[in-house]
């Protein structure tokens, strides 16, 4: 089993920048395709942006294109989540997530693994 931290979430003020990091342990991430989700009060957990294990290939939602940037890096074993020009509706609970090569990148029902969240908060 792998076991998940995320960290660096925090209120900042619109246009600003955030970066996540998620710390693995317990296995190597690079036995892994990595994602994050996010979570918005009364909403459904979706989809933000994945990153595959060997390739490095990323996918992201589109209303984060260009903006989010993910990225792994396998020997210090964690995953990162850049996020700039933060809006108001970027505001959730984030979670990183892993799972093996199985399902759909955006699919939450393909992760194996979660983090426990880290909140993000963007004024206005």
């Known amino acids: 089993q792998v076991q998940l931290v995320e960290s660096g979430g925090g209120l900042v003020q619109a246009g600003g920048s955030l970066r996540l990091s998620c710390a693995a342990s317990?296995?190597?991430?690079?036995?892994?395709?990595m994602g994050w989700f996010r979570q918005a009060p009364g909403k459904e957990r979706e989809f933000v942006a994945a990153?595959?294990?060997?390739?490095?290939?990323?996918y992201y939602a589109d209303s984060v294109k260009g903006r989010f940037t993910i990225s792994r890096d396998n020997a210090k074993n964690t995953v990162y989540l850049q996020m700039n020009g933060l809006k108001p509706e970027d505001t959730a609970v984030y979670y990183c997530?892993?799972?093996?090569?199985?399902?759909?990148?955006?699919?939450?029902?393909?992760?194996?693994?979660w983090g426990q969240g880290t909140q993000v908060t963007v004024s206005s």
């Open positions: 997530a892993a799972r093996v090569p199985s399902g759909n990148y955006y699919d939450v029902s393909a992760y194996d693994y």
């Open positions: 317990g296995r190597t991430i690079s036995s892994y395709h």
């Open positions: 990153i595959t294990k060997i390739l490095s290939n990323t």
